[in-house]
């Protein structure tokens, strides 16, 4: 698909959305929407891939499943939840519902069945994970679709009807990433109407670029990656993409934003058994034990607030620093549990707030702890400011290797000058995105930009690791010349006084000075 043609899905996207926009807020009506599109999407990719399977038939799904063959129906739906993990009947099927919408008959009663329907043909199968409670954030009866019954009908009605002219290109099998990319920028931009509720879960494009790159640095294949807050899943996708990961995983606490992970994993061609998502808190239950993986890559949610129970003294995620992370300040926790799932000759790379380098107390025991006793910490590198939606704080990129080859020092990098600001939004160029790379790979001293600091220098900043510590961006003040000044202000009081006299030459002639 053309960037043309692409650019136009984006812009009808858009429009769907906005169909919604004076009935509830930025982050309800995403749920809407982007529900709405993936049960779309669901409905022309199992109609598409029934009506291939049948064309030795001389068949279409529909006309198959009209017909009495019992035996062909069974094989159709066993075919479909084998390969796409889910099945959907041809009477509850998108284009079904959009003929009742042009019949002007009411269609919640029909649509919520179909959704459910949807929900329910993956029960008991390997795929009830992947599809279960999927569409469990779209009320249909929600207040915010109308006030009356015939109110909300119009309304869904409307959008399916602008949702049904977009073609989304299916048939081309490369034209599935290319729906997931429209489908991220709709996340985006929700994210940028609805402040930090929606910031919470969307990584910018650029960002996790800058993270996928780094933990993909000297790899071919990843056999899988990690994300323990993986929000919306952009930052995982992008990442399994640059490394060619087989497998994926992720943790999300926001059941909301889980259903939208999931969503988003299969609108990116990504099969149901490719990936594993699991809906809980990571730090009080983490899902997945003792796996290790290859790439861990995060965005936690900066100085957020956990239990620190004393259980977690005992936690293999934990106990080895000595200390826990305090309960006002968890981003040491994430460090930590992101760390215990990085296996020997992986790569981690997690965003956080600046204090994470030179707060004390339990999280400079931990920070030394990694330093000193571990040698974990490969690079730190500062960001600019008022990137991520939702805050303006500056934020740091720390990556981690169990196994480094430059196990004498620390990289530091200093970007945070470096970006372009479009509105009220600081925004990473590609340049700026790959000086940040090739600085970290190469691992190269640039003037005012990065140092390699050695671990002594770091013992000797007690192990403090702000970065104009180690990078000096001071910009020398051009000499002012005194005596010139000096002349200047002269010069310019003589014009006053003169300027003075004048006034006061012309006030007399028009008599008003005695």
Not at 8 to 37: C, E, H, P
Not at 69 to 75: Q, R, Y
Not at 116 to 129: A, F, L, N, P, V
Not at 315 to 337: Q, W
Request: with cysteine.
């Amino acid at each position: 698909m053309s960037e043309e043609l692409q650019q136009k899905l984006r812009a009808q996207l858009w429009a769907v959305a906005n169909t919604l926009r004076g009935n509830m807020s930025a982050s309800d009506f995403m749920y809407f929407s982007l529900g709405f599109i993936f049960y779309k999407y669901l409905s022309e990719k199992i109609e598409l891939y029934v009506n291939d399977e049948l064309k030795e038939d001389g068949c279409t799904f529909q006309e198959a499943w009209a017909g009495n063959d019992a035996e062909l129906k069974n094989d159709i739906k066993e075919i479909c939840i084998e390969n796409l993990g889910y099945f959907i009947q041809p009477e509850y099927l998108f284009s079904t519902i959009i003929g009742m919408v042009e019949k002007k008959e009411n269609i919640l009663p029909a649509l919520e069945r179909s959704l459910k329907r949807i929900e329910d043909s993956t029960t008991g199968q390997e795929s009830e994970d992947d599809f279960g409670g999927l569409f469990s954030d779209i009320d249909l009866a929600s207040p915010k679709l109308g006030r009356t019954a015939d109110d909300k009908n119009k309304l869904v009605s409307d959008v399916l009807i602008a949702l049904n002219g977009i073609d989304f290109g299916l048939e081309e099998a490369e034209e599935i990433d290319i729906l997931g990319d429209a489908y991220e920028y709709m996340i985006s931009q929700f994210a940028a109407g609805a402040g930090k509720k929606a910031g919470e879960f969307y990584t910018p494009q650029e960002v996790s670029q800058i993270l996928a790159e780094i933990v993909t640095t000297g790899k071919t294949r990843l056999k899988d990656v990690y994300d323990p807050t993986c929000g919306s899943g952009s930052l995982l996708l992008r990442t399994a993409k640059s490394g060619k990961a087989d497998v994926i995983y992720g943790q999300e606490k926001n059941p909301t934003t889980f259903n939208l992970c999931r969503m988003n994993m299969l609108l990116h061609g990504v099969k149901y058994n490719d990936f594993d998502i699991q809906n809980g808190d990571t730090l009080e239950a983490d899902d997945f034990g003792e796996k290790q993986f290859d790439a861990v890559v995060a965005n936690p949610p900066f100085s957020a607030t956990w239990s620190a129970a004393s259980k977690f003294n005992n936690d293999d995620r934990f106990s080895s620093a000595g200390v826990l992370a305090p309960k006002s300040k968890a981003d040491y926790a994430f460090i930590l549990h992101m760390i215990y799932h990085l296996n020997e000759s992986g790569t981690m790379a997690c965003v956080a707030p600046h204090g994470v380098l030179f707060r004390g107390s339990s999280e400079g025991k931990i920070r030394q702890f990694l330093i000193e006793k571990k040698n974990f910490i490969d690079a730190i590198i500062g960001l600019p400011a008022n990137i991520f939606y939702g805050t303006s704080i500056p934020t740091c990129i720390l990556v981690i290797k169990k196994c480094r080859k430059e196990d004498d020092n620390i990289l530091f990098i200093d970007a945070s000058k470096d970006f372009e600001k479009i509105k009220t939004q600081n925004k990473l160029r590609l340049e700026h995105i790959n000086k940040i790379i090739e600085t970290y790979r190469n691992r190269t001293e640039i003037e005012k930009y990065s140092h390699c600091a050695t671990l002594q220098e770091i013992r000797d900043n007690d192990f403090n690791l702000n970065i104009p510590r180690y990078v000096d961006t001071f910009e020398e003040e051009e000499e002012i010349d005194i005596h010139a000044v000096m002349a200047e202000i002269k010069e310019l009081e003589a014009k006053r006084a003169e300027l003075d006299k004048e006034i006061e030459v012309y006030l007399k002639e028009l008599g008003l000075v005695l």
